[in-house]
């Protein structure tokens, strides 16, 4: 290497490894990196070449050989993955230059943040649903398809982000909501505060909420039902923070993780053959698919831009703020009247 950049006794890949780590990335991220830039490594290894001194045209070489074998988005992000490796170590010194550079200008496939995906109507979803029968699946199934939360997000809720007005709830908790809940039952509260290795509550998480603004959101009749039925049958749990949603598997009474939830999902969404390992965006099922129906449905069924990227998180502060003052009259009323109903 042409600096001494690595502490990694030479290892380029486990130093961009160790600083992504450093920089708050999750583990799944650098599982996701690691796993890509050990296969590059790999082949340009074949052709007598390090990842420091292959060229153009070795990776050129490598995007070539994982077409045909994944879908065209699923090639254009192991691409962009070793595009940001070098781009980090030439950055950083530890490398002259980025061979990646010219070969992602003259790709044809890009990296496409909302690509083209799977149509599954409401009565197909309902039908998904059906099939989830198990209390903390079930309700983490309808919270995702009825809020448009990302996966970290509903993680990361603990029960003083709920405000229910069952009694069930008010006779098995006694954890008072958050104040920004006052005078909003049957809500939810998803914070845009807490980050990975972050202490929240009592509590060094391990995800990320990646929403612009705190929001609160609506739990129509059918949600709050299934959350009620989750929390009769809730292990005691381990953290003081009191998340919402805990394993009842091997880690019983741990915080769900991200990895749980999405082999949840995985799993049913296999057995209604809307999952195919290999597959991309525009094929599989998954948590992130169920944020891209929320949004689709209910921004079809409102005509209201404003409120679905409200409940998204994903507004500048004006708009939120506007919506944040008047959502009794309008986010609730707007949300309950079109919200689609999946079971």
């Not at 006052?182 to 509260?189: A, E, H, W």
């Not at 799993?267 to 949004?295: C, D, I, K, L, M």
Request: proline letters at 6%; one cysteine or more.
């Amino acid at each position: 290497m042409s600096g001494d950049h690595t502490d990694g006794e030479g290892d380029p890949v486990e130093y961009f490894l160790q600083d992504i780590t450093y920089h708050g990335r999750s583990e799944r991220t650098r599982a996701a990196y690691e796993r890509v830039l050990r296969q590059f490594e790999a082949f340009v290894a074949d052709g007598g070449s390090t990842p420091e001194s292959a060229g153009q045209r070795e990776c050129l070489a490598w995007v070539h050989s994982l077409r045909g074998e994944h879908a065209p988005s699923t090639v254009a992000t192991y691409a962009t993955y070793v595009h940001r490796f070098y781009a980090y170590m030439t950055q950083a010194g530890a490398f002259d230059a980025n061979p990646m550079a010219l070969v992602m200008a003259e790709m044809d496939e890009s990296i496409d943040t909302d690509p083209e995906r799977r149509e599954i109507s409401v009565p197909a979803m309902r039908q998904f649903v059906a099939d989830v029968t198990h209390p903390l699946e079930r309700a983490v199934v309808l919270t995702l398809l009825k809020t448009g939360m990302r996966v970290g997000e509903l993680c990361n809720l603990d029960l003083r982000d709920v405000s229910l007005d069952a009694p069930v709830v008010g006779e098995a908790y006694s954890i008072p909501p958050r104040p920004q809940l006052d005078g909003r039952p049957n809500s939810l509260f998803v914070a845009s505060d807490p980050a990975r290795g972050v202490v929240v509550n009592g509590e060094e998480r391990s995800a990320s909420n990646k929403r612009k603004r705190s929001t609160v959101i609506p739990i129509d009749a059918e949600l709050g039902e299934a959350l009620v039925r989750w929390l009769a049958i809730r292990p005691n749990v381990r953290s003081p923070a009191e998340p919402l949603f805990v394993s009842t598997g091997e880690d019983w009474g741990e915080r769900l993780t991200p990895s749980q939830v999405r082999t949840v999902v995985k799993r049913h969404a296999e057995a209604r053959g809307w999952y195919r390992s290999g597959g991309g965006a525009e094929e599989n099922v998954t948590p992130h698919y169920f944020r891209h129906f929320f949004t689709t449905h209910l921004r079809d069924r409102t005509g209201d831009r404003g409120i679905v990227k409200y409940l998204r998180g994903d507004v500048a502060a004006d708009v939120i703020d506007t919506y944040t003052h008047n959502w009794g009259d309008r986010v609730r009323e707007v949300y309950e009247a079109n919200v689609y109903t999946l079971t």
